[in-house]
């Protein structure tokens, strides 16, 4: 799959999947769902566990190894496999060697445990999958990304569709209108995923 496809599809509302024969479908749900940034929710036991230090958190140290995780994670709850394919593997790893796909990891030492990839376009962040090896470190890895969204001008979190795991961070169901409307939006920002935090 080309990666200005890939490019084309996000900036126009829609996503890939791969089904259960490897075809890969297109998407653009209606309701969609997204965090307002604004409203992310962080319980307090997570904070609590943010704060403690218990998980570094880095980014882009192992892109590959994260999606790979996020793949065999979707496997163990999936009888069909998983909607990464080896297709959208490679896709999104030669998206990431552009600069367009970042990880954001959580660690114990030197073991990767937790985190979640996505795609970064202007000022909106789309998130794909995440995972964990360690109870709470994809959590994490969530928190430090809307942290980082918050911190360079970021203005959209899509998370294609609303989870019940999701809902407890603030998730909600906007109507694709409102959701392209927000996504033009957003677009037409200039943000650094890996730049400096912005002054305040």
């Keep these: ?34 965090i307002p940034l604004e409203q992310f929710h962080l319980p307090s036991r997570l904070a609590r566990l943010v704060r403690g230090g218990k998980f570094r958190v880095e980014i882009n140290r192992q892109f590959d190894e994260v999606i790979r ?19 959208i593997m490679a896709s999104y790893q030669e998206l990431h060697r552009l600069g367009i796909a970042h990880s954001v990891e959580t660690w114990q030492d030197d073991r990767l445990v937790g985190g979640l990839y996505g795609v970064a376009l202007g000022g909106a ?8 090896r360690v109870t709470d470190a994809s959590k994490v890895a969530l928190a430090a990304l809307v942290e980082r969204m918050r911190g360079r001008g970021f203005s959209l979190l899509d998370i294609q569709w609303v989870t019940p795991h999701l809902r407890q961070f603030g998730a909600i169901e906007i109507s694709r209108a409102k959701y392209l409307k927000q996504l033009e939006k957003a677009l037409a920002v200039e943000v650094d995923f890996q730049g400096p935090l912005l002054p305040r």
């Design 1 to 34: 799959m080309a990666s200005s496809l890939l490019v084309s599809a996000y900036i126009s509302g829609w996503f890939p999947m791969a089904v259960d024969d490897g075809e890969i479908r297109w998407y653009s749900p209606d309701p969609r769902g997204v």
């Design 69 to 87: 995780a996020c793949a065999n994670s979707d496997r163990k709850y999936e009888d069909s496999g998983t909607w990464i394919s080896d297709e």
């Design 125 to 132: 962040f789309f998130g794909e999958s995440m995972f964990h």
